[in-house]
């Protein structure tokens, strides 16, 4: 499998009434809405930016997740990026309709549209990209945000009892290609942010040794442990250093993050 940078992506950080009308065990609900800023060491450069709204699409009701990163400053100044994803996925099923790339970084730009049939095969999904045509895999698939949605729903917000070390993962199609996330149970930690302390669950996705990453474990996530279960904080570290991303600002949560 080819490297992949997955940092602004998984900066949905990642580096995802969302559910069906009365179903409470929901962690999230269109009019979530979550900044985060991006910084290098000390430096800060970028702010990402994640919304969940209700939509209709195609005479469906969906739920729209959308995700922008974007430089700042003396970032900005040297290399401009600015990147957004969106995924369009079934508030029952949570499995992704249609999901949209539009990739700006520097000079280069890759705008990309897949549409997503998990009905017409009783054992695989076929999807249609703008770029690569029709591609049967496998049943169940997500995109790179509604996967995150997926998680916390089904075990983070469920309590499931994960055991150190235990991993799960959730196929996606990312980057017009299938691609496992594996994501690696470390513990609970106390996350230190500019609003205060928050008590997460942490995980390390699996990554893979090469051009980017020195081990597998270099890429961490925390996931608050209350009744929300949002990202609070993404690092990579990279060759060249460290990238982080924490939670600056945030609307529409559940219940309020809880400090201590």
Request: hydrophobic content about 40%; charged content about 25%.
């Amino acid at each position: 499998m080819k490297q992949k940078i997955i940092i602004i992506p998984a900066l949905l950080f990642c580096l995802a009434a969302v559910a069906v009308k009365g179903q409470s065990t929901s962690p999230y609900a269109p009019g979530e809405k979550i900044t985060y800023v991006i910084h290098y060491g000390l430096i800060n450069g970028g702010i990402a930016r994640m919304e969940l709204t209700g939509e209709t699409d195609e005479n469906k009701d969906v739920l729209h997740s959308y995700f922008i990163a974007y430089t700042t400053g003396m970032a900005d100044a040297v290399f401009k990026v600015k990147d957004i994803y969106e995924s369009y996925f079934d508030p029952r099923t949570e499995l992704p309709v249609k999901s949209v790339r539009n990739i700006r970084e520097g000079r280069y730009r890759r705008y990309n549209v897949v549409l997503f049939d998990h009905l017409s095969r009783s054992d695989s999904a076929v999807l249609t990209s703008d770029l690569t045509g029709k591609h049967v895999t496998t049943k169940g698939i997500h995109d790179i945000l509604s996967c995150f949605y997926y998680f916390r729903k089904n075990y983070l917000a469920k309590d499931y009892p994960f055991k150190k070390g235990e991993s799960v993962t959730i196929n996606t199609w990312f980057t017009d290609e299938f691609y496992p996330i594996i994501l690696r149970y470390v513990g609970i930690e106390d996350v230190r942010t500019r609003m205060g302390r928050i008590r997460c669950y942490k995980f390390n996705p699996v990554t893979e040794v090469g051009r980017l990453f020195k081990t597998n474990d270099d890429v961490s996530f925390w996931f608050s442990a209350d009744k929300n279960c949002v990202p609070v904080k993404v690092r990579f570290d990279i060759f060249v250093g460290a990238f982080t991303a924490e939670i600056s600002d945030y609307e529409g949560l559940i219940e309020p993050l809880n400090f201590k």
